[in-house]
């Protein structure tokens, strides 16, 4: 294995639009590439560190999300073609907003409840307004907790943008599968990760929101600016999708370093397995977890350039076809990407895992992502 090329090409983009960049891989447990380049800093020059350099992680949070709540799935706490309704009834009367071209808009009733496949699978039809007024009203009402079960309560009341079962769309599902957690256990869901997923790998510095005693660990969140073409630090450093300090955000609260992040993905890649006597969950979930859900038509929502020849699974996109995606990684291959620049990789057939990450919001995912893995796999099998 030579990882030279992956080096250059980290090197490259943080002489492009990147501020600072850190990537591990694994392959059968191993550790076999560890690099970073760049700032965590561009003002101070302070270097990005994969150790020491806590980011928001934003969507790859839902993979954490994800594996936490299929934890309870095997202990039958629910079944993923339970109604959304079941755990919480004010779901059972959602309504959904039908837009026109004239930008007049309707009503209408559920055509059938939303399951929590659908929340799993993106096909809820919820999108991602965080501002809807309901949200808004509830956030305004419990600041600054804004506890999770009762901002997702208050969700219920928003009309959603498609019928569930319509067609993959991107919002706030797995906030929603955050509060069913804390429903299902009786405790927050970070405080469920922690003891399911993170204490076990020995996960020190991850957690669902920011402690302020650790926030002088946190690399700079920058923003990218297209119309100036060039880096800019982000007007805030804080993280718009945790609304306050007991909102426990499933899709995209998860902070965390660049090592302990590819240490998640490595036990992913083993199908669960930490050590020879311990399991975070059992391969046939992993699997399950990892197989395409979506029909023919609700998959043409995925139409992400980076997302090409992928379907998705419950909670992660999932190579279904890598000619299409112009891909050498096999069928199987998940993980997930996030708003400033997260990008997991997963492949339990070959035992790899890849975690990459920068801090920058308009973060150029569709560019850095299938770069960084069609590189991987070249400098594996050289």
Not at 149 to 162: C, G, T
Not at 219 to 227: E, K
Not at 296 to 302: F, I, N, Q, S, V
Not at 353 to 379: D, T
């Amino acid at each position: 294995m030579d990882f030279k090329r992956l080096e250059n090409f980290m090197d490259y983009l943080t002489g492009w639009r990147i501020p600072g960049c850190g990537c591990k891989v694994y392959k059968k447990g191993e550790l076999v590439f560890e690099y970073s380049s760049g700032y965590a800093d561009m003002e101070n020059k302070i270097p990005l560190s994969c150790d020491d350099h806590r980011m928001f992680m934003y969507s790859i949070s839902k993979i954490v999300t994800c594996v936490t709540a299929l934890t309870l799935w095997e202990e039958g706490k629910y079944l993923l073609s339970d109604p959304v309704s079941m755990y919480m009834p004010e779901w059972a009367d959602v309504k959904v907003r039908e837009w026109s071209p004239d930008g007049n808009h309707k009503i209408h009733p559920l055509e059938r409840e939303i399951t929590i496949r659908d929340l799993f699978c993106m096909t809820s039809g919820l999108d991602y307004n965080c501002e809807s007024e309901h949200i808004m009203a509830k956030r305004k009402e419990t600041e600054p907790h804004c506890p999770t079960v009762e901002i997702i309560r208050a969700l219920a009341k928003d009309p959603m943008n498609a019928q569930p079962g319509q067609i993959w769309g991107y919002g706030l599902s797995h906030d929603v599968i955050g509060a069913l957690v804390e429903i299902w256990v009786g405790e927050p869901l970070g405080v469920v990760a922690k003891k399911r997923i993170f204490d076990p790998i020995g996960l020190k510095k991850t957690s669902y929101g920011l402690d302020p005693a650790y926030r002088d660990e946190m690399a700079v969140q920058y923003c990218f600016n297209d119309a100036k073409n060039c880096i800019e630090k982000n007007w805030t450093q804080d993280n718009w999708a945790i609304f306050g300090d007991e909102y426990h955000s499933g899709g995209a609260g998860v902070v965390s370093t660049i090592s302990e992040m590819a240490l998640l993905m490595k036990v992913l890649a083993a199908k669960g397995k930490v050590d020879d006597n311990t399991y975070i969950i059992s391969p046939r979930t992993i699997d399950m977890m990892r197989a395409p859900h979506l029909t023919e038509e609700e998959e043409k929502g995925l139409e992400w350039p980076h997302l090409a020849g992928y379907s998705y699974g419950l909670g992660v996109r999932t190579m279904k076809d890598p000619a299409k995606g112009g891909s050498t990684s096999p069928v199987g291959e998940f993980g997930w990407t996030g708003a400033a620049g997260g990008y997991a990789m997963i492949d339990p057939d070959n035992e790899i895992a890849v975690f990459y990450a920068h801090h920058m919001l308009n973060n150029q995912e569709h560019f850095v992502a299938p770069r960084i893995r069609n590189i991987v796999y070249s400098c594996i099998n050289n």
